[in-house]
C-alpha cells in the first residue's frame, strides 16, 4: 500500500555525503514532479529540490551548490545528491510526488548531521 517509499537517510559527520532515494509507484499517472522537503524539529516543513517531468530543477537556497536532485526517465524514481553536509541540515526528508490528483508523501527519512 506504500506509494511512496524513501530510503538513504542515516547519521553523517559535517562535511560528509548521503544519497537519498524515492521511489514512487507505477499505479501514479502522469507524475508532474517529484520533489524532496525537510521538516526539524520546531520549524515548517520546507522544499529542499524539486524537479519536473520535464527536467526542470528547483532548490532552496540554503542547498543551493551542494545538493543535485535527479530522476531517472520514467519519472518514477528521484535521487538527492548531498553533499558538504551540515548540522543545520538535520531534518526528516520527505518525498512529494504531485500529479492532477495532489500531493502524496513518503513516511520520511532521518538525516542526522552531527560528530
Known amino acids: 500500500q506504500v506509494q511512496v517509499a524513501e530510503s538513504g537517510g542515516g547519521l553523517v559527520q559535517p562535511g560528509g555525503s548521503l544519497r537519498l532515494s524515492c521511489a514512487a509507484s507505477?499505479?501514479?499517472?502522469?507524475?508532474?514532479?517529484m520533489g524532496w522537503y525537510r521538516q526539524a524539529p520546531g520549524k515548517q516543513r520546507e522544499l529542499v529540490a524539486e524537479?519536473?517531468?520535464?527536467?526542470?530543477?528547483n532548490y532552496a537556497d540554503s542547498v543551493k551548490g551542494r545538493f543535485t536532485i535527479s530522476k531517472d526517465n520514467a519519472m518514477y524514481t528521484v535521487y538527492l545528491e548531498m553533499n558538504n553536509l551540515k548540522p543545520d541540515d538535520t531534518a526528516v526528508y520527505y518525498c512529494?510526488?504531485?500529479?492532477?490528483?495532489?500531493?502524496?508523501w513518503g513516511q520520511g527519512t532521518q538525516v542526522t548531521v552531527s560528530s
Open positions: 512529494n510526488v504531485k500529479n492532477l490528483g495532489g500531493d502524496t
Open positions: 507505477r499505479s501514479f499517472y502522469r507524475i508532474n514532479s
Open positions: 524537479i519536473t517531468s520535464g527536467g526542470s530543477t
